[in-house]
């Protein structure tokens, strides 16, 4: 089915930026909506942005206006850019493809991480 592969985590500054990037392989990315997610510690994964193929998008309310997802449909890679980044935003991130029509078929990345800390 194929693999998701991240990169772009590390350790940054309050009010820094990092960009994630993920990279898709096999017959995945194509019409499958891509994501990020992001789980910190305690606390349930929740979604943070997502991309369809036909180019909407939809964000967090808590990183609405920092951060920005795009595809780069040649690259079959989703990428992540977070600007102004908080405390708040440490987490694991994780990408995800979705079918848009086959529900349940989807796919995780291995996770990298965040830390946002002065």
């Known amino acids: 089915q194929g693999q998701l592969v991240e990169s772009g985590g590390g350790l940054v500054q309050p009010g820094g930026s990092l960009r994630l990037s993920c990279a898709a392989s096999g017959s995945i990315f194509g019409i499958y909506r891509m994501g990020w997610y992001r789980q910190a510690p305690g606390k349930q994964r929740e979604l943070v942005a997502a991309?369809?193929?036909?180019?909407?998008?939809n964000y967090a309310d808590s990183v609405k206006g920092r951060f920005t997802i795009a595809r780069d449909n040649a690259k079959n890679t989703v990428y992540l850019q977070m600007n102004s980044l908080k405390p708040e935003d440490t987490a694991v991130y994780y990408c995800?493809?979705?079918?848009?029509?086959?529900?349940?078929?989807?796919?995780w990345g291995q996770g990298t991480l965040v830390t946002v800390s002065s």
């Open positions: 995800n493809a979705r079918h848009p029509i086959l529900i349940g078929l989807e796919v």
């Open positions: 991309a369809t193929s036909g180019g909407s998008t």
